[in-house]
């Protein structure tokens, strides 16, 4: 038996614990042998002296096995692909990588988490759209990956249950923000999710935990690690979060751009992400292709109209209604106007998605109901030139007064100069 107390001092300490340690200290903290603040201590002591490469294996090793886990790929018999973000403003990306993929041929199976904070949640975007179920059974899951070619669903709760616990009280003890806890956190989830081949999408900047690309890269690497000691075929994308991704911030306004992209009128950055996460995508599947080739292949799904037929057949198997006009829509709508000219040259990405979640659109806590309809479009980028009046944003509010509100927040996000500033495109690195 191990005592807790003794791994806490260790770890205080800077020493190192052996994979049984770990195994037991998660395992009985799932089981509820050990304490809260015995947990949230440790956390604390490896906030501070950090996980090595075999630590952070043990512990994604313990957070599997503390619940049930699938094999996707064998009851396929196809090679499933998975993508996860990091988090982000506006990051509608599974809603259309998902449909493509499926279009292209290749089984994508998902399960999602809700947003916290200023970063939405892919399921909360999905019950924006009335009927749609995001809780299936396991069998329902495969069955519709294997009859449709695609499922969203959120995660069972018999899926790593160690990370549950754990998150939620990292969340409240100042202990999310560290890098092999992160990496162990999704990567448990990815890995116990069953899928075969999975694009990470780690977000960096101002709206994202990664705030620089340094740290990003450290985040992706050890990510790359766990998922290749696990068998599985992974590889990071770095990408762009100083702003937010696309022009819609909210729930049904992205699941409305997510349609507009699938058509091919998707914002530049968006539409650029996606495609190059379906060319990683296909690049892992079975189909034996390159990456220039699955981003060709993503493209052309895109253009002959079955990556939208796709969606509709993916909504629908799940319950929900396709249709633009089924969405709810908020009764005040408000622009934000330039008060000069110039050129965009920042919109803060972290007050923008703070605007979405006042306005409504995200929840401060756990228990906080979400408002669908609201939100924030940003009509005007980073680098665009505008004149003064020019629209810059568009407001989705519920009520007159927060929608003023959020004028102002929007506004403050956006930064107008002279100088054109750096540009680079939406994705900044990759790891395999
Ligand atoms: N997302 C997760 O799933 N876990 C973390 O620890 C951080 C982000």
Not at 197 to 212: E, P, R, S, W, Y
């Amino acid at each position: 038996m191990i005592r807790p107390a003794e791994l806490i001092e260790r770890k205080r300490n800077g020493g190192e614990l052996s994979a049984e340690e770990i195994a037991e200290l998660v395992l009985g903290y799932t089981r509820g042998e050990v304490a809260d603040y015995q947990m949230a201590a440790w956390c604390m002591a490896v906030y501070f002296r950090g996980l090595n490469g075999r630590e952070t294996h043990a512990l994604t090793d313990a957070m599997i096995r503390s619940g049930e886990t699938l094999d996707l790929g064998a009851a396929l018999g196809r090679r499933v692909v998975d993508k996860h973000s990091t988090g982000g403003v506006g990051d509608k990306t599974s809603l259309v990588v998902g449909p493509i993929v499926a279009a292209c041929g290749v089984p994508f199976g998902k399960m999602s988490g809700r947003g916290l904070g200023h970063t939405g949640g892919t399921l909360d975007k999905l019950e924006s759209i009335p009927g749609y179920r995001v809780e299936l059974t396991t069998e329902e899951f495969v069955s519709q990956v294997r009859d449709v070619g695609l499922a969203i669903i959120g995660q069972t709760g018999d899926l790593v249950p160690a990370d549950k616990k754990l998150y939620a009280l990292r969340d409240v003890t100042g202990t999310v923000d560290i890098v092999p806890l992160i990496a162990s956190s999704i990567m448990s989830k990815k890995i116990a999710g069953g899928a075969d081949a999975i694009v990470l999408d780690v977000k960096v900047g101002d709206g994202a935990f990664m705030k620089t690309l340094d740290d990003a890269r450290i985040l992706a690497e050890q990510m790359v690690d766990l998922g290749k000691r696990a068998d599985r075929a992974v590889v990071c994308l770095l990408t762009d979060m100083d702003q937010p991704l696309g022009q819609a911030v909210g729930n049904a306004l992205e699941v409305g751009e997510t349609v507009a992209t699938l058509k091919g009128h998707g914002p530049e950055d968006f539409t650029e992400l996606v495609l190059d996460a379906c060319g990683h995508l296909l690049a892992l599947s079975d189909l034996g292709v390159e990456v220039d080739e699955g981003r060709r292949r993503a493209q052309r799904a895109v253009a002959d109209g079955s990556a939208l037929d796709a969606y509709r057949r993916w909504i629908q198997a799940q319950g929900g209604d396709p249709d633009l006009a089924a969405l709810p829509m908020a009764p005040v709508r408000r622009e934000v106007t330039a008060s000069r000219t110039g050129i965009v040259t920042r919109l803060g990405a972290l007050a923008v998605g703070t605007a979405a979640l006042e306005l409504g659109a995200g929840r401060r806590t756990k228990e906080d109901a979400i408002d669908h309809a609201v939100g924030v479009v940003c009509l005007r980028k980073r680098g665009e030139q505008v004149a003064t009046g020019a629209v810059l944003a568009e407001v989705h509010a519920r009520d007159e007064d927060s929608a003023a509100s959020a004028v102002e927040a929007v506004l403050a996000a956006y930064e107008l100069g002279e100088e054109p500033p750096h540009a680079h495109g939406i994705l900044l690195d990759v790891i395999s």
